[in-house]
């Protein structure tokens, strides 16, 4: 059953919808996850992941949060693509209240349960360092890839190459220095802060979080 979202702002309905913009850059066929239980709403996405309905391989977890003005109770998947479509014309029409679109099926990320306590911060890192990070590793994918390989060879090059590890002392995936600038959570000069808890690497800026195993794969 479709569900209304009511939000407090309409500077919220337009950093959500940038978000799930980015999101949808990142994969045309991009999924998102919403979950809340009271005023406060959990949006995941999946720019890199494996693919398996167990949650096995790299698996790369971008999460945004925002209050809302009236409790819900909601944990569905919804194509990022058609949720867009209801939000986008709610900021057209300015009104605070977005309808969820119906929910699609199964998709392995979305099965994938981070920890949700238990994080440690173990340090931080200057948001260019991430944003370099994240480029070189687009430069090795466009590198690694002739224009004539296979989607399934292409997406198992590029698993390979974004489960590897950067930031030796923190161990996650380059993967999630991508995400982190593709999703929008960098900004020069705001530091990136690491947590870690039950083999899980979490980065967060003020703008968002992303998710992932510990990586220890190495170039």
Do not use: C
Not at 9 to 37: C, E, I, W
Not at 90 to 105: A, C, M, N, R
Not at 158 to 180: C, D, T, Y
């Amino acid at each position: 059953m479709d569900k209304n979202l009511v939000f407090l702002d309409s500077s919220d309905l337009a950093d959500f919808s940038a978000f799930l913009k980015r999101a949808l850059r990142l994969d045309v066929n991009g999924a998102v996850k919403l979950r809340a239980f009271g005023q406060v709403l959990a949006a995941y996405v999946s720019p890199i992941y494996a693919g398996s309905l167990v949650g096995d391989g790299l698996t790369v977890i971008g999460l945004r949060t925002m209050n809302l003005a009236s409790k819900i109770e909601l944990d569905g998947l919804y194509s990022i693509e058609q949720f867009l479509l209801g939000l986008d014309k709610s900021i057209e029409e300015q009104v605070l209240t977005v309808s969820t679109p119906p929910t699609i099926g199964r998709i392995g990320w979305a099965g994938v349960t981070p920890p949700r306590q238990g994080w440690v911060l173990s340090g931080e890192i200057d948001s260019q360092i991430v944003s370099d990070w994240a480029k070189t590793g687009i430069a090795e994918v466009a590198e690694a890839l002739p224009e004539s390989v296979g989607s399934a060879i292409a997406a198992r090059v590029r698993l390979q190459i974004w489960g590897k590890a950067v930031g030796v002392e923190h161990n996650f995936p380059a993967g999630s220095a991508f995400a982190m600038a593709g999703l929008g959570f960098l900004q020069k000069g705001l530091p990136v802060k690491v947590f870690r808890a039950h083999g899980w690497i979490r980065l967060t800026s003020e703008f968002g979080h992303v998710l992932a195993r510990e990586s220890f794969k190495f170039s």
